[in-house]
Nanobody
Framework: QVQLTESGGGLVQAGGSLRLSCAVS????????VGWFRQAPWKDREFVAD????????RYEDSVKGRFTIVTDNAEKMVYLQMSSLKPEDTAVYFC????????????????WGQGTQVTVSS
């Protein structure tokens, strides 16, 4: 069983930065892949970035490339999403999710989810 807890959301002005944190519980931390997703009002949940906890392979959605960075601290069982140059269109509830072994861009591929953290970017 894996449990995830996000933190670090908030209100920030356009151009600003935030770091989201995802605490991952479970004994087999390195066997999982963790993804960050976001969901804006009236929109589907969409992929943002993911990372393999075994080899740190990362992938990003095109609109966040060069602005967001996903990293892991395996010793602390944490996954971070560093967000910079934030835009109003980044406003959403951000979720971290975990799945066994493989990276994935579809929310349906992930079994474990956190409760989400709100990010609001003002113009």
């Amino acid at each position: 069983q894996v449990q995830l807890t996000e933190s670090g959301g908030g209100l920030v002005q356009a151009g600003g930065s935030l770091r989201l944190s995802c605490a991952v519980s479970g004994r087999t931390f390195s066997y999982y892949a963790v993804g960050w997703f976001r969901q804006a009002p009236w929109k589907d949940r969409e992929f943002v970035a993911d990372i393999s906890l075994s080899d740190s392979t990362t992938r990003y959605e095109d609109s966040v490339k060069g602005r967001f960075t996903i990293v892991t601290d395996n010793a602390e069982k944490m996954v971070y999403l560093q967000m910079s140059s934030l835009k109003p269109e980044d406003t959403a509830v951000y979720f971290c999710a975990a799945r066994f072994l493989f990276l994935g861009t579809s929310p349906a591929a992930y079994k474990y989810w956190g409760q989400g953290t709100q990010v609001t970017v003002s113009s």
